[in-house]
C-alpha cells in the first residue's frame, strides 16, 4: 500500500514490515519536524529503504548521528581513514584510505554489536560499488515471528539468556576464510563475553522481539553447547520463513537503514572473483535499556 507524508513516498516492500521512502534529503541539513516524521517510520516498518545517488562519507556520519551516538568497530582496520565513523564492508581496497572487511564463507542470521555490554540499535548501511548479481543483503522480522510463536515456546524462552561472544564470532569467520587472524588477547579483553536476553522489548514501541544469533552466541544459560544451539536453530529456522524475509537487491546509492532490535540480517554470497562490493556502515550505538528483558 502506497501512502503519502509531507515530501516522502512510502510503499511497504515485505509481508509484515520494510518500507521504500523517498523525499528524504541525506545530505545537509534536515528540519527535525522532518527527521521526526522519518524516525516514525523508522520504528513503523524497523527497516528503511532510502533510494540515493550516492551520499558523501561525512554526510553518511552526520545523517547518521542524528539517530544517536556512534560505534567505532571493533575490527578498526577495516574502517575508513577519513571517517572512522565507517565500517569498510566488502572485497574492495584503496591504499591509504580502506580496506573492507571480507568473508569468502556464508554469514550467519545476527544483529550487529551484539558482542558489546549494550548492542547496538540501529545500522545505516550505503551500496557504494554493487555487483550486477548477488551480495543481497537478507532481513528476518523476529517481531512479528516473536509473536508468531505458540505459547508454550514463548514461555519456555522468554526469560532466557545468551552469552554473545566477539571470540565466538570470529572462530566462526576463520571456518570459512581461514586467513583472518585469531582474536588478539588485547581485543578479547576490550569485548569479553555478555550475557543479553533471548527475548528483548523495544524501549520506544515495547515490541518484544527475539535476539538469536547463532554465530555470536556460545551458549545459552543453563544449557549445554549443544542444546542452546538445537534450540537457536529452531528459534531461526522459525523467524526466517518467508513470510518474514525481505530480501534487499542492491543498486549503487541504495541506503538501508534498519532497527537491530526489530529484525536479524544476513548477506548473500556474491562472485568475489568476478565483481568488486563495497558498503558503507555506520553503526548507532544502543542504550543500556534496549538489553533489559520484560
Not at 72 to 98: D, M, Q, W, Y
Not at 110 to 118: A, I, K, L, Q
Not at 207 to 234: T, Y
Request: aromatic share 10%; charged share 20%.
Amino acid at each position: 500500500m502506497d501512502t503519502t507524508m509531507p515530501r516522502f513516498q512510502v510503499q511497504q516492500i515485505a509481508e509484515t514490515f520494510g518500507a521504500m521512502v523517498r523525499g528524504i534529503g541525506i545530505s545537509g541539513d534536515i528540519p527535525q519536524p522532518e527527521f521526526a516524521a522519518f524516525l516514525d517510520l523508522f520504528h513503523r516498518y524497523h527497516v528503511l529503504v532510502v533510494p540515493t545517488d550516492g551520499v558523501a562519507p561525512a554526510d553518511l556520519v552526520a545523517f547518521s548521528r542524528r539517530f544517536g551516538e556512534l560505534e567505532i568497530h571493533a575490527r578498526v582496520e577495516n574502517t575508513l581513514k577519513s571517517n572512522p565513523e565507517i565500517f569498510c564492508v566488502g572485497n574492495a581496497e584503496e591504499l591509504g584510505l580502506f580496506k573492507a572487511s571480507f568473508n569468502t564463507g556464508v554469514e550467519q542470521w545476527h544483529g550487529d554489536s551484539s558482542y558489546r555490554e549494550v548492542p547496538s540499535d540501529a545500522s545505516l548501511f550505503l551500496g557504494v560499488i554493487c555487483p550486477p548479481e548477488g551480495g543481497d543483503t537478507w532481513f528476518a522480522d523476529v517481531v512479528s515471528a516473536w509473536r508468531d510463536l505458540d505459547e508454550p515456546t514463548r514461555q519456555a524462552i522468554e526469560h532466557l539468556r545468551g552469552v554473545h561472544d566477539l571470540h565466538t564470532l570470529n572462530e566462526f569467520g576463520r571456518r570459512h576464510s581461514p586467513w583472518r587472524p585469531s582474536l588478539s588477547d588485547e581485543r578479547r579483553r576490550e569485548f569479553p563475553p555478555v550475557s543479553q536476553p533471548l527475548v528483548r522489548v523495544h524501549p520506544v514501541t515495547g515490541e518484544k522481539s527475539m535476539f538469536i544469533c547463532p554465530a555470536v552466541i556460545s551458549h545459552i544459560e543453563g544449557m549445554s553447547v549443544e542444546a542452546s544451539a538445537d534450540l537457536i536453530a529452531r528459534l531461526v529456522a522459525h523467524a526466517t520463513q518467508e513470510k518474514y524475509v525481505y530480501r534487499h537487491q542492491w543498486r549503487t546509492g541504495d541506503l538501508v537503514i534498519w532497527d537491530n532490535r526489530c529484525v536479524l540480517h544476513t548477506a548473500s554470497l556474491f562472485d568475489h572473483t568476478k565483481y568488486q562490493r563495497l558498503m558503507f556502515r555506520t553503526t548507532v550505538a544502543g542504550n543500556q535499556i534496549v538489553a533489559q528483558a520484560a
